[in-house]
């Protein structure tokens, strides 16, 4: 089974890297951040977890404001620097822990938290700011991630309180995850500070030193605030410290601190925590009981006949091959298909059966493979055939014999007028 091993605390602020990138350790005003991170780092290398389930905010970079949501889960297996405008910072990329994502996904839909599900997204310092200084990463990383990117900069945001649950719901999801994993959670973000309008610059250390305080003793308290009393007291994008009381909601009612820094060198305090559990005995629901109500809603699906639920695992393994798919609603895309797909399928790293499957229209494969419905009348789309033929080809059927088991036997597709009446549309009547 996997076990939470403690909780890790951190500031994301690009300081962070840069102090990290630019060899600061030896001067006197960046020193401080290497000794505030060093406790952490031997306690990492100590508790050697295989996952560190990473709870950060996107600054704009791979999250944009076309589709903002709040608890968005990375369920993929690996993730990249992002380019912040400078070109991206030079780390390896990191694993990520599909396995346990994917269980955690589920765990959190029970328990009726709507997320929204990433992968291939490149990360920016929100993670890979703290990351670089809590594990060593030459030539990789010692394990995988999670990530967790809650959407803090659009209003409304989470509340403190519905973060605190979602760790609650976290860490019964983490336990009853039936690989032996060790794994630590670590939330980021904050403390005190604000970056724009005439308040940038705000700090408040009283506060951060009671928020540490209640976040250690009396979490619960923190839920009851307000984002905008987190504003007045900690400066606006300091509200994101609510990220921390996921990681506090993961962890035991009781915790023994281990570790806590707090350094302010420019606009933002870099502080650093290790929490460990105080056993708090026997949980109300068995991990077999828990398993059970994770899987309630999907149980028995995998007995219906001809049925491919598009589930995460299915669409991390079928990912590149679907990417490629919806990229032909672009025009110039769909026609470099038309013209000659090879170098596409490079391109994009199709493997020699995916391309086989493309090339061969093999519908009923494709869909078995793991390529959504919705993607393949696109392709049916682009080639000139219609959802009828699809439909039939997966069945097995022919074109007629299936048309027989319709009331009306109608032929259409999802193609625009781009490339005028195709062929089978120009033997049906005028509608
Ligand atoms: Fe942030």
Not at 63 to 80: E, T
């Amino acid at each position: 089974m996997a076990t939470i091993v403690g909780g890790i605390g951190s500031s994301h602020t690009p300081t962070i890297g840069f102090a990290l990138d630019t060899l600061k350790q030896k001067d006197p005003v960046w020193a401080p951040i290497f000794e505030g991170y060093r406790p952490v780092q031997q306690w990492l290398a100590e508790k050697r977890p295989d996952v560190l389930f990473f709870i950060f905010n996107d600054h704009v970079t791979s999250f944009f404001f076309d589709h903002y949501s709040h608890f968005a889960l990375g369920v993929g297996d690996r993730y990249s620097v992002a380019d912040e405008g400078g070109g991206p910072r030079n780390l390896p990329p990191v694993n990520g822990h599909s396995g346990l994502a994917r269980h955690v996904a589920h765990g959190l839909v029970a328990d009726e938290f709507d997320l929204s599900y990433f992968q291939a997204k490149a990360l920016d310092h929100g993670c890979f700011s703290p990351l670089s200084l809590l594990w060593p990463h030459e030539p990789a990383w010692p394990g995988a991630i999670v990530p967790l990117q809650v959407g803090v900069l659009e209003f409304p945001i989470p509340t403190a309180k519905r973060c605190f649950r979602l760790g609650r719901s976290l860490r019964r999801a983490i336990e009853s995850y039936p690989e032996d994993l060790q794994v630590a959670i670590v939330g980021t973000g904050g403390l005190s500070h604000q970056v724009h309008g005439e308040r940038a610059g705000f700090n408040n250390t009283p506060w951060d030193t009671e928020f540490l305080d209640l976040l250690e003793k009396d979490p619960v308290k923190l839920t009851e605030i307000t984002i905008a009393e987190y504003a007045a007291r900690g400066g606006f994008e300091g509200a994101e410290v609510i990220m921390w009381l996921i990681m506090r909601g993961a962890l035991t009612e009781q915790v023994k601190k281990v570790h806590q820094s707090y350094y302010m060198p420019s606009m933002t305090p870099i502080a650093t925590v290790i929490y460990e559990n105080i056993p708090d005995g026997p949980p109300r629901e068995s991990d077999m009981e828990i398993r059970a109500r994770i899987g309630h809603e999907l149980a028995g699906i995998e007995k219906l006949p001809g049925t491919y639920p598009f589930t995460l695992s299915r669409s991390v393994k079928a990912y590149r091959l679907n990417d490629f798919l919806h990229s032909l609603i672009q025009p110039e895309k769909r026609k470099r298909f038309l013209d000659d797909p090879e170098p596409m399928f490079a391109e994009i790293r199709l493997t020699e059966e995916e391309r086989g499957m493309v090339r061969r229209r093999d519908w009923r494969a494709l869909i078995q493979y793991g390529a959504i419905f919705f993607l393949l009348e696109k392709l049916g789309a682009v080639v000139g055939t219609t959802n009828l033929h699809i439909y039939a080809a997966m069945r097995g059927e022919s074109l007629e014999n299936f048309q027989k088991t319709r009331n009306a036997q109608v032929l259409y597709s999802v193609a625009g007028q781009e490339q005028g009446k195709k062929e089978w549309d120009k033997k049906q009547p005028a509608h």
